[in-house]
Every structure is written in C-alpha cells, then in structure tokens.
C-alpha cells in the first residue's frame, strides 16, 4: 500500500539552528501538505502546496519556515531558526485529486526536539 | 473555517462494547467532514468521512451520523476492540471549493479495556 514516508523520525536541535524535515509523498500525488502537532494538542495545518508553489498557509508559517519540492519526489520543510516552541511532531500529508472531498494521507511524523 | 471541536476528551470502554466519539461543529455552510485516527507515535488515519447530503454513512464497524440541525456529527465504532484505542479526530477542509486545509477538532482519546 503506498504511503506517506518522513525522515528523521526524531529530530533534535539547539535553538537557532536550521532544520530541514523530509518527506517523500506517494508518487502520484498532486498536493502536499504540512501539518504541526504539539504535544497533547490537535493538529495545526502549516501550509499546502500544489503545482509548485504554496497554494496557502497558516498564521504559524511565518519568515522562518519555507517548503521546497527540490527533485520531484521530496517534499520539505525548512525552519531557518528554530526557537523551543517549535518542538512539536510535523506531519506531512498528500493526497491526488484537484477539488475537496479528497483524502489525504498523513506520514509517521518527525519529533522536533528544540532544547 | 470555523471552530471544529469535540464534546469528550477521554472516553473509556469495556472491550466489546460499542463506543460513540462525538464532534460538534459550528460553520453551518460546511458540507463535508472526516473522521480520523491518530495512535500514539503514528499519523492521523482515515477512517471514514460522510458528505452534507447525508445523515448517516456506514464502513467496517464504523459509523458517522451527521446531524446538520444541531451541527453535530458522531462517530460509533461497534464492537470495540483494544486496537481502536486511539485519539479520534474530526476534521473538515476550511474552504468550500478546495482542499487545501485541514481543520482539527481537539481530539478524544478512546481507552478500551479488557
């Protein structure tokens, strides 16, 4: 069954450091997405990205975040400076079809530990 | 969109036993809502999601009643067994003419036990 892959699966980092968490969606996917989770907390839409470029994003996805497709089959998310209350899980998500009503496929999860 | 969210934070059942996870919801335009899984350590799953012309949509041993009076939709898991126990999430996308976004409920944790 085709799924939604991310590496790491855990991730810690000093604050102000540059992260890059990665994802490979499923291959014939056309929208991806970026989602947050902070512990004990829902999830957080971050930002959706289709043909190329963000279709929208939230209020959380500011300066410090970007999203790159740099080879057709990755899909990541960069925080330039990551402060502590970006420790979170980040979830990626893709799903196929143009229109709503479209399901979308959620990966594992990376653990972003900021310390 | 607006506001997604959930009656229950935690509801424990007794194996076998059937479990109804509830999701209210306040945008009376919205037309489509899903029903999604999260164990611990994994991704939200779907489960199931039901369409505004339906009241009532069925899978395997799952069910989602959607009440657009009061704006409340549930979701009943018969028969539960210790592999449901799960945080269980409504969701509906925030725009009307596309799917590019996600909105959560809080989640309700499910505890099922022998």
């Known amino acids: 069954e085709p799924e939604v892959t991310q590496t790491p699966s855990h991730q810690v980092t000093q604050m102000g450091q540059e992260v890059i968490l990665r994802c490979v969606p499923i291959?014939?996917?056309?929208?991806f997405y970026w989602y947050r989770q902070i512990l004990g907390q829902k999830v957080e839409f971050l930002v959706s990205?289709?043909?190329?470029?963000?279709?929208?994003k939230s209020e959380i996805f500011d300066d410090q975040f970007s999203v790159e497709r740099p080879d057709g089959s990755n899909f990541t998310l960069k925080i330039r400076s990551t402060k502590l209350e970006d420790s979170a899980m980040y979830f990626c998500?893709?799903?196929?079809?143009?229109?709503?009503?479209?399901?979308?496929?959620f990966g594992q999860g990376t653990r972003l530990t900021v310390v | 969109g607006e506001n997604v969210g959930l009656h229950l934070p935690t509801l424990s059942v007794q194996e076998g036993d059937n479990s109804i996870i509830n999701c209210a919801y306040s945008?009376?335009?919205?037309?489509?809502f899903i029903w999604y899984k999260q164990e611990s350590g994994k991704g939200p799953q779907f489960i199931i999601d039901i369409r505004s012309n339906m009241d009532k949509r069925q899978g395997q041993r799952v069910t989602v009643l959607l009440n657009k009076t009061v704006k409340h939709l549930s979701l009943q898991i018969a028969a539960t067994q210790p592999g449901d126990s799960a945080v269980y999430f409504c969701?509906?996308?925030?725009?009307?003419?596309?799917?590019?976004?996600?909105?959560f409920g809080a989640g309700t944790r499910l505890a099922v036990h022998p």
């Open positions: 945008n009376s335009a919205s037309d489509y």
């Open positions: 998500a893709s799903s196929g079809q143009t229109g709503r009503d479209t399901e979308a496929f």
């Open positions: 291959s014939n996917h056309l929208y």
């Open positions: 969701a509906e996308p925030s725009h009307p003419g596309g799917y590019n976004k996600l909105i």
């Open positions: 990205f289709y043909n190329n470029e963000i279709s929208e």
